[in-house]
């Protein structure tokens, strides 16, 4: 039955809007269920049914040639020498080598690597091993900046201000700081002489204060022993500390086997006991110490360029440079610009001064070897940083050009070979790598601290301190030079006028010999060299004056 309904319209309403109203359900139809179909109605059994797409492949299997392996070891003592060698002992490394040439089995040992080495030598040759085979490709890789950021500023809890003389590192970790604080000029006012061991996790108070009996000129913690330390002070004496037993000096050296001018530079040198240290100042002297009993140095050695060991030709030091793997050798930059490599073993003064470089112009504030490269290493002095070669004597290899302002101490980075860092006197940090730049720095940090008391740096006030430093350092050269002369002209002086004296007697004597020479005669001799010495004594001053 199809369900229909007709309804009529007129043609003149074809078209318009429909206006729908509401109406009252109603049934249009009603078809009820089938009993008859309902009996014929069967329920269908599910089928399973499955197609593959895939297509089909077929398994092959192949084995190739087996090599057969073996395990190979070798146990060796720390090192990889013998325990009864001492790696440190030229002589004993020496005579071991020896013995071992000698053995057949090396002999066929170095005869057998060589044929495999000389096989790779051959390969590396037929073969180029630098070919690129992706000249196409863009490397599309943006290279960062170089930067660097302030992580904390350690501010001296004084009241007045002081200047940091050394800064030395923690050698168990990057957390702790030992700070030397010291004011090389004259100041009316009496300074504090305390020095700092600071915990960068609480930069606000220091860790320990260091109480020394003069002002720390420099520091250096003991690389076998975390707790100890060793000073250089203004007075020329060394202080040892260990931190388990307070602020004061557990070990003092006295005034009188000291150094005579300030302790520059102090440094912990290789031993087995990990108690021995060398020192230099200004005085031209290097003396070597034993922190167990510091009553006198173990060692002495003068700067003296002209190897005659005289204490009048030694030049002063600011700077010492000590490398562990070479425990014999040391270098020393020296007031005048030089920098004399020295050998503690030499048995003659020749042998003990090896070499001296020239270069620098005015005093040498830092030097320092290569960490990877020995040979070559970094001095720091008048307004350049300059790169040396330990076989080149003549002239540094490489060097930076002059810098508005002086430099005051530099070193090599530990991590990478052509980096080097260096301070000036404005308050910046130039960082330096040759590989990247050799004419500039490749980053200078500004010091964010400057000023005190907030103040943004005074450019002015800056070069007006240059300046003066400029000038009195020429003034210091020049008057070290007429020093020099003044002490020349004295001694010529006193040579002439003893080989006047000695003639004279010389005079006397043939005189004596021709006559005799009566008691009167005598005493009128001996009255008129009295007044010719006393007549020579006060001249020598007042030429001094005039000089």
């Not at 003149?12 to 008859?36: H, M, T, Y």
């Not at 192949?62 to 990889?80: K, L, P």
């Not at 001492?86 to 004993?92: F, G, K, L, S, V």
């Not at 200004?282 to 173990?298: L, N, Y």
Request: proline share 5%.
């Amino acid at each position: 039955m199809e369900a229909s309904y007709v309804y009529s319209k007129k043609r003149s309403e074809f078209g318009r809007q429909c206006n729908f109203s509401d109406k009252n359900a109603e049934v249009l139809i009603e078809i009820l269920p089938d009993a008859e179909l309902s009996q014929k109605f069967i329920e269908m059994n599910p089928v399973d049914k499955g197609i593959q797409c895939s297509q089909e492949m077929s398994e092959h299997e192949a084995n190739t040639e087996r090599y057969r392996s073996e395990t190979h070891g070798m146990n060796h003592t720390e090192g990889g020498w013998p325990k009864d060698v001492n790696p440190q002992e030229p002589d004993q490394v020496i005579r071991f080598r020896k013995k071992v040439e000698k053995e057949d089995v090396y002999i066929a040992t170095v005869h057998k690597l060589g044929n495999i080495m000389e096989h790779c030598i051959k390969q590396n040759n037929a073969l180029n091993i630098y070919e690129n085979y992706f000249d196409d490709v863009y490397l599309n890789a943006s290279e960062d900046s170089p930067s660097a950021k302030t992580i904390n500023v350690l501010k001296d809890i004084n009241d007045y201000k002081r200047s940091v003389a050394y800064l030395s590192w923690f050698t168990d970790g990057p957390t702790k700081l030992a700070v030397a604080y010291c004011n090389t000029e004259f100041q009316s006012q009496s300074l504090s002489n305390d020095s700092y061991i600071w915990d960068l996790n609480n930069p606000n108070r220091p860790e320990l204060i260091l109480k020394p009996a003069s002002p720390l000129v420099c520091i250096e913690y003991n690389p076998k022993d975390s707790h100890t330390l060793i000073g250089g002070c203004y007075n020329g004496q060394l202080a040892f500390w260990d931190r388990r037993r307070g602020s004061l000096p557990v070990e003092l050296s006295p005034v009188e086997h000291s150094h005579r001018d300030p302790v520059w530079k102090t440094l912990w040198i290789q031993s087995k006991t990990g108690t021995e240290c060398f020192s230099t100042g200004t005085d031209g002297q290097v003396f070597w110490w034993d922190v167990r009993k510091m009553s006198e140095p173990t060692e002495f050695l003068y700067l003296d360029p002209t190897k005659k060991q005289d204490i009048s030709c030694a030049q002063g030091a600011y700077a010492l440079e000590y490398e562990s793997t070479m425990p014999t050798k040391f270098m020393a930059g020296t007031e005048q610009g030089m920098i004399i490599s020295c050998n503690r073993k030499g048995k003659t003064p020749a042998e003990k001064i090896v070499a001296v470089y020239p270069g620098h112009i005015g005093p040498i504030y830092a030097l320092q070897r290569n960490p990877f490269f020995p040979k070559n290493f970094l001095s720091i002095g008048d307004w350049t940083a300059r790169i040396w070669s330990e076989d080149i004597r003549e002239s540094p290899i490489m060097w930076t050009a002059n810098h508005n302002h002086g430099l005051s101490d530099g070193c090599w980075s530990p991590i990478r070979p052509a980096v080097f860092f260096a301070t000036r006197l404005d308050g910046t940090l130039s960082i330096w790598d040759i590989i990247f730049k050799q004419k500039e720095p490749a980053l200078n940090i500004q010091d964010e601290t400057t000023a005190i008391g907030e103040e943004e740096l005074d450019t002015k006030r800056v070069e007006e301190i240059t300046r003066s430093t400029q000038e009195q350092f020429f003034e210091t050269i020049e008057r070290k030079l007429k020093e020099r002369e003044l002490r020349e002209k004295l001694a010529m002086e006193s040579a002439q006028t003893a080989s006047i004296k000695q003639l004279k007697n010389e005079i006397v004597l043939d005189e004596e010999e021709e006559r005799p020479i009566s008691s009167d005669d005598e005493q009128d001799v001996v009255e008129r060299e009295g007044e010719q010495c006393l007549q020579t004594e006060a001249d020598e001053p007042s030429e001094a004056v005039q000089s």
